[in-house]
């Protein structure tokens, strides 16, 4: 669970090393290895997945708290003046 910025970003940073390790994982085994790469990829895949989660819930998290501070009431629906 990502508690603040600082920690959003070293998810965001592991998320990359991920991706580029999948990336190489490609280049290493070739396209004769495809059924090999699906294979060591599910991890690697899993975890990203896993992270982009966390990111997502943190994000959304934010978000909702901001809108809640602001007293932004304006996604209210509206009512005609004088109705009650």
Do not use: W
Request: hydrophobic share 35%; net charge negative; proline share 2%.
């Amino acid at each position: 669970m990502i508690k603040n910025d600082r920690e959003l970003e070293i998810v965001r940073e592991q998320i990359q090393r991920l991706v580029s390790a999948l990336a190489s994982l490609k280049r290493t085994t070739g396209h004769a290895g495809e059924k090999q790469f699906y294979v060591l990829a599910e991890g690697c895949v899993d975890q990203i997945a896993e992270l982009q989660g966390d990111v997502d819930d943190y994000i959304t998290a934010e978000k909702s708290e901001n809108f809640e501070s602001s007293g932004d009431r304006t996604t209210q629906p509206l009512r005609p003046q004088g109705a009650a």
